[in-house]
């Protein structure tokens, strides 16, 4: 896994964008530890029989405030049929805290706004209380692993950690994983199990609160093949966020229950990975970015990728199908197109 691995969990840690797959329990109503709060409210859609939320958690998403920075493009098909298209930039809200580098020193001022319905705080909680499920919060045990790193190259860490063996491939610098290892000790310095245990009550919370990055954690998280991560991508497109094309073209490529007889749909795959391409490749044109220009590059070879699976009739057919995706979404086009 090496030295990616661990700064992927250190990414965690500091509260980017992560998702950990662990399975996404509703929480059972109770108050977090050592804060007075009201209790969770019931997620169940008492109109339509959902038992287990996922209805009534797509029912409280909600469009974010948009920047007025919008980006008008004409998005060019192989037929000469084009759509217009606005290209809007999405801000994820953050926690309106200091953030501190000890998550305890700030847990009660999130868990208040978290309560008073700020979304950004509930999701900050969650994320980073799952994070330290998987790192260190015992100096003993984060010492003597550290020097088990130095004198072998590998580090093991402690039970249930999403990564438990990793090691340095050569060339790397050790100090680069102590470093990651000494950050997620001091982030997590002080947090409870009982805390940590309300993980997943807070991702609810942060969903209930309408925050987008919670809904697609939770998406990620149960799976983008399942039927309820599919229709939680769906209602995320609906909603006009671009990062739900590509797990929707994942859930038809991999097929998912409740679609084609379960089966996998490779020329829905196709449009769909079609359409992201042609978004992007108009946000980035005339970018002097490497790395503008290697996004796209990404995603020719995964459109080739699916491509594979289709005669050339169908490979038409699913551009014409990405054309018609692109005209019949009102809200398109919401996500982060600055290189």
């Not at 220009?293 to 990728?305: A, C, K, M």
Request: net charge negative.
């Amino acid at each position: 896994m090496a030295v990616t691995a661990a700064i992927v969990v250190a990414v965690l840690i500091t509260y980017h964008v992560r998702s950990n797959r662990l399975a996404v329990e509703v929480s059972n109503g109770e108050a977090p530890p050592f804060v007075q709060t009201k209790p969770l409210a019931n997620t169940q859609d008492t109109d339509t029989g959902d038992r287990d939320g996922t209805k009534s958690l797509v029912a409280h998403l909600r469009l974010p405030k948009i920047p007025p920075d919008d980006i008008p493009v004409t998005i060019e098909f192989p037929s000469g049929e084009t759509v217009d298209v606005v290209l809007r930039h999405f801000w994820p809200d953050e926690p309106p805290v200091e953030i501190q580098p000890r998550l305890v020193d700030m847990y009660d001022d999130l868990v208040n706004l978290a309560e008073s319905g700020n979304g950004a705080s509930a999701r900050y909680l969650n994320r980073a209380l799952r994070g330290c499920r998987n790192v260190f919060r015992d100096k003993a045990a984060k010492d003597a692993a550290i020097e088990k790193l130095r004198s072998t190259g590998e580090i093991t860490y402690p039970e249930g950690a999403e990564f438990p063996h990793q090691h340095v491939p050569a060339g790397r610098d050790i100090g680069e994983f102590i470093e990651v290892i000494e950050e997620q000790f001091t982030t997590c310095d002080g947090v409870s199990d009982e805390q940590i245990a309300y993980a997943e009550y807070w991702l609810n919370e942060a969903i209930k609160a309408g925050d987008f990055l919670a809904t697609r954690d939770y998406a990620a998280e149960i799976g983008v093949y399942t039927d309820a991560g599919f229709q939680i991508q769906k209602k995320l497109w609906d909603q006009g966020h671009i990062s739900a094309v590509n797990g929707l073209g994942m859930a038809y490529r991999h097929g998912v229950p409740s679609e084609n007889n379960g089966e996998p749909d490779y020329v829905k795959s196709y449009a769909y990975g079609y359409v992201t391409f042609k978004l992007f490749e108009a946000a980035l044109r005339g970018s002097n970015s490497p790395h503008a220009h290697n996004r796209l590059r990404s995603f020719e070879n995964s459109l080739s990728g699916k491509g594979a699976y289709l005669t050339p009739e169908q490979q038409q057919a699913a551009i014409e199908l990405a054309a018609k995706i692109l005209k019949e979404n009102e809200n398109c086009c919401l996500g982060v197109w600055a290189m």
